[in-house]
């Protein structure tokens, strides 16, 4: 039976969507979309999400997840061969992000040849970019979609199931999707709160603008009912997310627009709420307030995440980053001078188009004058649509690779230390999981390093002092100094 159409809701006119695609030939896509065989599902039980890229995208999944449960009463499944619906929540951030999706999708193709009435879904931000295209070279997914459609999902499906069609739908919708979730499920000592989301940034290297779109903050009392549900479902401790977090401006209860810091003021007065973190900052979005507040708030933990990306100011400059390095080191200054013991991480690009040595040397100098705890070094990979992509990408492959390896150096130098400094004290740590070996617990410091020892299931969710015996090169290792009998 071939009767598949194909839908595709796309506010072309919307700004948000600021990425220019090659026109698409409608006609060559619906007519292979003809050809693919159509559904018809009676039943649907199993889920299975293949999820990629930031921590945003692992709480959509979450929140896809809970949606699927409530409409469908779907069930998660480990792997893709048990599922009745496949979902992969995608990243397009960095190189090859598109090759991925197209090989993974591959595998999919072959359950689905088993089993016809499957039904497969790609959203994120690579379903954002590419659109239809993915349904042109792979028409057996039967829907696309994007970061701020994804609560449409249920109803999705059952048009799927109903009029055996092929959707494709990346709007931006001016409505909060927000508003159409379920409530937020716990899934742990550790709850996920999406605060804000997109971004204006406009760093001239990278796609996140165009695949979330604009800056929007949740209003402060839809983001302390959700925390307030996880605590309710046993988490105690609440990560705040956003691609720049303390960029957040929403609504407060009061009429007036509140800030980042009000908000994790208000945050840290929810019962039971033991540990506060938050991901991911943006140097630019900095206050004083914001440094004063790791010392105020009991609850919000030494940790911090600030991506500089370079230490050049000739790079900064042409990332559009909006600061320079000198503002880079204050603002470090100041949280220190608040919070001398902070962890601090970054991100960092090498090899952006037009960088010498001279400017890599900088970013080395940087690196030693603030010292990290970690960081994430990536080389620069040109993204479609982006406006550096159109410079010609100058430093070679092998430059890039000898960059990376020295930065990798000299951070993995600065880590040990930082771990090596923690032997010996007594610290607080939250019991999360189990640890890999058996009989092994795992948890994390205060300033978010992980830590092993041997423990007890029935400890999870408990904050436990622990003396620090060893220091491995990404973990610790502790003794319970008191048991909980
Ligand atoms: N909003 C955050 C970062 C989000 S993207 C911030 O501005 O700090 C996560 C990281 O991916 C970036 O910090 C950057 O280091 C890296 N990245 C983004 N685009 C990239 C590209 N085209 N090539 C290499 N790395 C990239
Ligand atoms: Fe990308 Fe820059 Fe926005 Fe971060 S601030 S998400 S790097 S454009
Ligand atoms: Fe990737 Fe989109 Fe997050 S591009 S890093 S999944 S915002």
Known sequence: MVSGKSIVRFNATSKRCAIK????????????????????????????????????????????????????GLRLVPTPDQADVILMNTCSVREKAEEKVYSELGRYKKLKEKRPDMIIGVGGCVGQQEGERIQQRAPYVDVVFGPQTYHRLPEMIKEIRR?????????????????????????????????????????????VPYTRGPE???????????????????AVEINLLGQNVNAYRGDGPDGEEWDFTM?????????????LRFTTSHPMEMTSELCVA????PQLMPYLHLPVQSGSDRMLKMMHRGHDRETYFRIIEELRSHCPDIALSSDFIVGYPGESEEDFEATLDLVRRVVFDSAYCFKYSPRPGTPAAKSEDSVSE???????????????????????????KII????????????????????????????????????????????????LRGELIITDG
């Open 21 to 72: 695609l090659p026109a698409l030939d409608r006609h060559s896509s619906l007519r292979r979309l003809m050809k693919t065989e159509t559904k018809k599902i009676e039943s649907l039980d199993t889920l299975f999400i293949r999820t990629y890229g930031c921590q945003m995208n692992e709480y959509d999944s979450g929140r896809m997840a809970d949606m699927m449960k409530q409409a469908y």
């Open 163 to 207: 009029d055996r069609v092929c959707l494709t739908e990346i709007d931006m919708p001016e409505i909060e999707k927000f508003d159409h979730l379920p409530k937020a499920e716990s899934h742990g000592v550790s709850g996920y709160v999406t605060i804000m989301e997109g971004c204006d940034k406009f760093c001239t290297f990278c796609v």
């Open 216 to 234: 929007i903050s949740r209003p402060v009392d839809d983001i302390i009912e959700e925390c307030r549900q996880l605590l309710d479902g046993g």
């Open 263 to 275: 908000l994790l003021y208000a945050v840290a007065e929810l019962d039971g709420l033991k540990r």
């Open 294 to 297: 790791f010392a105020e708030i």
């Open 398 to 424: 092998d430059v890039k690779d000898i960059r990376l390896q020295r930065l990798l150096a000299l951070m993995r130098e600065q880590a040990r230390e930082g771990m090596q400094r923690q032997v010996g």
């Open 428 to 475: 607080d740590v939250l019991v999360e999981k189990e640890g890999r070996n058996p009989g092994d617990m795992a948890g994390r410091t205060p300033d978010f390093r992980i830590v092993h020892f041997k423990g007890q299931m029935r400890q999870i969710g408990q904050i436990m002092p622990m003396r620090i015996i060893e220091a491995y090169g990404q973990s």
